[in-house]
């Protein structure tokens, strides 16, 4: 009969661990309905993963011992690292540590179903391999698949994270740490012992980098910004740097086009200042709402950018800031709205 | 450049640039006011993101006392920065005294 504690054992401390490292990011960059989008993805991965591993096994004559050795951590990490590279260039991860949290909720969730599915069909396993699922494995699902976006994250601020392939890194980590973690070279219960002590460290080190990171690309941005809408106020533009480049791209856009050039500049320079400003409320606990005016700004952000058309963003590119961080702010604030 | 005073009505006077090399200095000060607090920001000619998170410090310090921080007197572009950043949804920001 299977023990009453067996269940919460088994499900609920990941998911606890996942509500603290949510609590513990002070800029609150995720937002919880993000993240239960994040536990169900890795859910259903986790049931896509069951079939593709059944079907690999049957189609390489492994058993099960095999499978779990190598198919396995390749199959469950890729298919988790594609909900992160998801995530990532649809810009919903920007920082260390919303990219840590939300890899860590796609592997929680993918843990919390695979050991759902282990409490229905292994109804006589005992207290031990439970504390090591519990623990252990469901720990290692939710650490390896942080790991990988919190090094997709890393390379995509080098020179190399341009390439299409900047996630193969952290993929080869991912299946490294899994398939280390399965073969269980030590005994189930030390392997699980070492990643409970191995995995706080790792994720306070990179919430430490990532607040630093993040403090000061707020406090540069926010400046830029600021010093950017005083010129754009000033009535000084034309003789600015910035008002000389517009006056080039006259030769080359219709006058109405430059003109929704102009204030496309002013919109997206004034909604970055209001996520950055969010921010920096948030870092010192106060929480505000989004208001309508920002939610309108966004909706004519949209149409100036279908005016501008794929080539008027390229040519203002060199006068916004359009890195990756400063189009996740957008996202993150279209996200309040 | 910032100095720091209090005015003749009792409101604190912040003349200069509230920026990163300042706002320790300015913390400090504006760390031994308590209950409502007024700045007249009429000759504060520049704020950075250093200067904001000092008066949100401040602000959340003295909510916690019943106090609150004012701000008077604000130029147009600083305005704008605490208009578009949302930061006037927290302050009370208030026309110049004559």
């Known amino acids: ?337 | 450049m910032l100095t720091l005073g209090l005015g003749s009505t009792g409101e604190v006077q912040l003349v200069g640039s509230l920026d990163a090399a300042q706002a320790g200095a300015a913390q400090s000060y504006l760390d031994g006011l308590h209950g409502a607090v007024t700045l007249d920001c009429s000759q504060l000619d520049y704020i950075s993101s250093a200067g904001l998170g000092v008066l949100l410090k401040t602000h959340k310090r003295l909510l916690a006392g019943s106090g609150k921080l004012r701000l008077v007197a604000v130029n147009s572009h600083l305005r704008d920065i605490f208009k578009y950043s949302g930061f006037d949804q927290i302050f009370e920001i208030a026309a110049a005294q004559a």
Request: charged share 15%.
């Open chain 1, 1 to 337: 009969m299977l023990s009453p504690l067996i269940p919460p054992i088994g499900l609920l401390p990941v998911l606890l661990f996942l509500l603290a490292l949510v609590y513990f990011d002070s800029y609150k960059l995720t937002k919880l309905s993000s993240v239960v989008g994040a536990l169900v993805a890795g859910g259903m991965v986790a049931g896509i993963s069951f079939f593709a591993n059944g079907a690999l096994m049957k189609l390489l004559h492994l058993d099960l011992h095999r499978d779990a050795y190598w198919v396995a951590p390749v199959v469950e990490e890729s298919l988790k690292a594609a909900v992160m590279v998801f995530l990532f260039r649809s810009h919903r991860i920007g920082f260390l540590v919303d990219g840590a949290i939300m890899g860590f909720a796609v592997g929680a969730g993918f843990a919390v179903v695979e050991n759902f599915y282990y409490l229905l069909n292994t109804p006589g396993a005992n207290m031990a391999v439970w504390v090591v699922r519990g623990f252990g494995t469901a720990f290692m699902h939710g650490a390896v698949t942080a790991t990988f976006a919190v090094l997709l994250l890393v390379i995509s601020e080098t020179r190399e994270g341009q390439s299409p392939l900047a996630f193969l890194p952290g993929l080869l980590v991912a299946v490294g740490i899994h398939a280390l973690f399965n073969h269980f070279f030590v005994s189930p219960i030390v392997t699980t012992a070492v990643t409970l002590l191995v995995l706080p460290i790792m994720l306070y080190e990179v919430f430490i980098r990532s607040e630093k990171r993040l403090g000061r690309w707020l406090g540069t941005g926010f400046d830029a910004d600021a010093e950017m809408l005083g010129l754009l106020n000033s009535g000084g533009l034309s003789n600015s740097p910035l008002g000389q480049y517009l006056h080039t791209l006259q030769g080359r856009f219709k006058g109405p086009i430059v003109a929704d050039i102009l204030c496309y500049v002013r919109l997206h320079t004034e909604l970055a200042l209001r996520a950055k400003g969010l921010l920096l409320m948030r870092e010192n606990g106060f929480e505000v709402a989004v208001d309508d005016a920002t939610r309108a700004k966004f909706l004519e952000l949209q149409y100036l950018a279908k005016s501008i058309g794929a080539t008027g963003l390229m040519a203002i590119q060199p006068v916004l800031h359009t890195s990756r961080k400063d189009l996740w702010q957008l996202y993150m604030l279209d996200e309040q709205l």
